[in-house]
T-cell receptor, first 112, second 114 residues
Framework: EPEVTQTPSHQVTQMGQEVILRCVPI?????FYWYRQILGQKVEFLVS????????KSEIFDDQFSVERPDGSNFTLKIRSTKLEDSAMYFC??????????FGQGTRLTVV | AQSVTQLDSQVPVFEEAPVELRCNYS??????LFWYVQYPNQGLQLLLK??????LVESINGFEAEFNKSQTSFHLRKPSVHISDTAEYFC????????????FGSGTRLSIRP
């Protein structure tokens, strides 16, 4: 069964450093998303991406965040200068036109 | 804008007992509704979804949910739970369009006692 894959599974970084979280969406999906889940809290929407551009973003997705689809298979989330409060589980998701998104296993980002 | 309320943060039940996890949503437009499950230390898995048509939807592992438009609810039920159902369950909503973001509830932790 096709699945969304994310790498790495765990990333530790120093405050102020840049991180790139990588995702390979399901191959025939056209809509891509990033969400995050701070430990013990709800899953929060960050950004949606379609047709090579951002279609919607939340207030969390400020200038420190960016997304890119550098080739036909990868979808990345970059945090330019990480803060302690960026520590969270980051989930990539993709969907087709049918409604409902499929999520990856997540990347646990720890900022120290 | 859509929102989701999960009324119970934790639901403890005995194995083989029935369970209902409650979910209410708010939206001014037509919606899609979802239940996602998160097993310990794992990602989010789509359990079931309502897009249109029959208001009762089922998953492959015995869960079902019923869309009730008048009560704006989408409660999840299972007639007999198993230890392996222990997980966090998230109700979610999106606008009735494929590209819309999904908004999650705060989750309900289902713990099964032997």
């Amino acid at each position: 069964e096709p699945e969304v894959t994310q790498t790495p599974s765990h990333q530790v970084t120093q405050m102020g450093q840049e991180v790139i979280l990588r995702c390979v969406p399901i191959s025939n999906h056209l809509y891509f998303y990033w969400y995050r889940q701070i430990l013990g809290q709800k899953v929060e929407f960050l950004v949606s991406f379609y047709n090579n551009e951002i279609s919607e973003k939340s207030e969390i997705f400020d200038d420190q965040f960016s997304v890119e689809r550098p080739d036909g298979s990868n979808f990345t989330l970059k945090i330019r200068s990480t803060k302690l409060e960026d520590s969270a589980m980051y989930f990539c998701a993709s969907s087709d036109a049918g409604g409902g998104a499929f999520f990856g296993q997540g990347t646990r980002l720890t900022v120290v | 804008a859509q929102s989701v309320t999960q009324l119970d943060s934790q639901v403890p039940v005995f194995e083989e007992a029935p369970v209902e996890l409650r979910c209410n949503y708010s939206s001014s437009v037509s919606v899609y509704l979802f239940w996602y499950v998160q097993y310990p230390n794992q990602g989010l898995q789509l359990l079931l979804k309502y897009l249109s048509g029959s208001t009762l939807v089922e998953s492959i592992n015995g869960f079902e949910a019923e869309f009730n438009k008048s009560q704006t609810s989408f409660h999840l039920r299972k007639p007999s739970v198993h230890i392996s159902d222990t997980a966090e369950y998230f109700c979610a909503v999106s606008e009735g369009s494929s590209a819309s973001k999904i908004i999650f509830g705060s989750g309900t932790r289902l713990s099964i006692r032997p």
